[in-house]
């Protein structure tokens, strides 16, 4: 059996070991999204990549403009619903002006950082 095999078969993906306060242990429920929210989660997911600019690190994570001409506010609502259910070690914010401009700011422990740097490149050009 490849470690590959067992990764996919388990419930929970450990992404980081480690279990003090300090080093919270971080898990993705991976079927947390059922097979039946896996097309539309998929499809949030890469409106959601597309639409994140301006990356600004943060001490515990990062803050992203939303092009609001890629993503709409409800489907970023619709998608932060349902990656909670798989990445609950995760803390989301989605902060609105006035003038519709809006920001996603994706915080999380000292290791969550590195998976959402991977997850979510500076889409910068």
């Given at each position: 059996?490849?470690?590959?095999?067992?990764?996919a078969g388990s419930l929970?993906?450990?992404?980081?070991?480690?279990?003090?306060?300090?080093?919270?242990v971080l898990a993705c429920n991976l079927k947390a999204i059922s097979a039946a929210m896996r097309p539309r989660y998929n499809d949030l997911i890469k409106r959601?990549?597309?639409a994140l600019c301006d990356r600004a690190e943060l001490p515990d994570g990062y803050s992203f403009k939303l092009d609001n001409d890629?993503?709409?506010l409800p489907e970023v609502a619709e998608w932060i619903t349902m990656e909670r259910l798989?990445?609950?070690f995760l803390?989301?914010?989605?902060?609105?002006?006035?003038?519709?401009?809006?920001?996603?700011?994706?915080?999380?422990?000292?290791?969550?950082?590195?998976?959402?740097h991977e997850e979510f490149p500076d889409n910068r050009k």
């Open positions: 059996m490849t470690w590959a095999s067992v990764l929970i993906f450990v992404c980081a070991a480690a279990g003090s306060e300090e080093h919270p959601v990549r597309i890629k993503v709409t798989c990445c609950p803390t989301f914010n989605l902060e609105v002006s006035g003038q519709g401009k809006a920001r996603l700011i994706l915080r999380g422990p000292v290791a969550a950082k590195a998976i959402l």
